[in-house]
């Protein structure tokens, strides 16, 4: 069989079975990659205490969610070594090493002795582990979108997408429902012992899984379509170059979810802790219901995003996520009860799913094939690493600053609007461009 009879044999196999192999196989990478920065998120305050102790308590937290923060450091680089990878030699050889970088950085992260134990080498391997983590997840989403986008139906990209995001929701409910699971059952002294370690070993075993899945899965077709030119390719040049405009715009389009995803979300659990008082397990089951809310409905506005446009769905959802999040902080601090908590996590859930949902199928439509992977990868991380990775830092000090609970959704609603103006322009752009 000829290499473009066995590509055209490859995508009516596809097309009749449904690219389900291949959404699992993209999505699992996503999914321990999210499941290990929500569990570094969840247990900020227990690695503060054994790898960065302070006198002060505050200071101890900070430096903890600041190691969570060097690791989006390492995304851009990630996204240049991985993303270019993805498109040179192709989607899955690139989803490959990811994954296996990332096993790396959770084992290491698993493993470590603490501060009191070695001294400063302990937090100097948490930071390590942190940026090999953000290197591998540098590289996953372009690969991981490219390979889903490329292997689904036209007509249906913005469904098939979203599934990445509701991995993201199933990585949500296992981390939170595996802190809840221990903070009920282990004292806080076996906790700080070993406890954080065993939610640390759950990701690390989802690892082998989703190499063994992703080293059983084909190239896509499209990707096969353009092999024969691989050695002409500059995609990191191409992108920097001739598709500077829509990197930037595709940045800004990202914006305004991660920042939502990221502070209502990942940061939630300590908010709860240490602003509103509520139990270490009450506040992982909030993260769970809005984990849940997420997986559910990713799926559901990624398919109305093929029925009513990308641009449409997502300018309305920014939008709604942008005046709720005051609203949302001051209806927990007025009411700090796990009722209350769990009925603001569900509608953040529902606010992410519609967020995100679309934007994978988005920004695939902006970049061609050749340059997909890079350009997926260097504007979804060069906008969660400026908007999203820092943002548990930055939210902690301006609550400590200005004394406000209400702080964190100031962020939110300035990194929203940023969101809005680059969709609208994005649209634009794009309508332009389809005219002449």
């Not at 308590?57 to 990630?78: D, Q, W």
């Not at 469904?159 to 806080?188: K, M």
């Not at 990713?298 to 709604?320: C, E, N, Y």
Request: aromatic share 10%; glycine share 8%; with cysteine.
């Amino acid at each position: 069989m000829t290499t473009q009879s066995s590509i055209v044999h490859s995508a009516q196999v596809s097309t009749q079975r449904g690219p389900w192999k291949e959404i699992v196989a993209a999505s699992i990478g996503n999914a321990l990659e999210f499941y290990d920065l929500l569990i570094y998120g969840y247990f900020a305050v227990v690695i503060g205490k054994l790898f960065f102790p302070s006198n002060n308590e505050t200071t101890s937290l900070l430096l903890s969610v600041g190691s969570f923060g060097i690791s989006f450091l390492m995304r851009p680089l990630g996204a240049i070594v991985l993303g270019t990878y993805a498109d040179r030699v192709g989607r899955k050889a690139s989803l490959t090493m990811s994954i296996l970088i990332m096993m790396l950085g959770t084992a290491l992260i698993t493993f470590v002795p603490s501060y009191e134990q070695i001294g400063l080498t302990a937090p100097l391997l948490i930071i390590v582990a942190r940026m090999l983590q953000g290197f591998s997840t540098g590289g996953e989403f372009g690969a991981a979108t490219a390979f889903m986008i490329e292997h689904a139906d036209a007509k249906r990209r913005g469904f098939f997408a979203s599934w990445q995001l509701s991995t993201q929701g199933l990585a949500t409910v296992l981390a939170a429902g595996v802190s809840a699971l221990l903070s009920y059952l282990l004292s806080d002294v076996q906790l700080n012992a070993w406890g954080w370690r065993v939610a640390f070993a759950v990701g690390l075993l989802i690892g082998p899984v989703g190499f063994y899945i992703r080293s059983q899965i084909d190239e896509t077709p499209d990707f096969q379509k353009t092999v024969a030119n691989v050695q002409k390719k500059t995609p990191l040049r191409d992108v920097l170059i001739k598709g500077h405009v829509s990197l930037l715009l595709a940045i800004g389009v990202v914006a305004g979810a991660t920042a939502f995803n990221y502070v209502h979300k990942l940061y939630m659990p300590t908010y709860a802790l240490k602003q509103l008082h509520i139990a270490a397990t009450s506040s992982y089951l909030g993260a769970l219901v809005t984990g849940a809310t997420l997986m559910i409905m990713a799926p559901v506005f990624g398919g109305l995003s093929d029925r009513h446009g990308r641009f449409r769905v997502l300018s309305v959802a920014l939008l709604i996520t942008g005046l709720s999040s005051y609203p949302m902080f001051l209806l927990l601090n007025t009411f700090p009860s796990v009722s209350v908590l769990l009925l603001v996590q569900a509608i953040v859930g529902i606010l992410i799913a519609a967020c995100l949902g679309p934007i994978p199928a988005m920004l695939a439509d902006i970049f061609p094939t050749s340059i997909r992977g890079t350009g997926l990868a260097l504007s979804y991380n060069f906008s969660i690493t400026l908007f999203g990775g820092f943002a548990p830092l930055i939210v902690t000090w301006m609550i400590d600053a200005t004394g406000n609970k209400l702080a964190p959704s100031f962020y939110v609603m300035a990194t929203a609007l940023i969101s809005v103006i680059a969709v609208v322009s994005l649209g634009r752009r794009m309508q332009r461009n389809t005219s002449s």
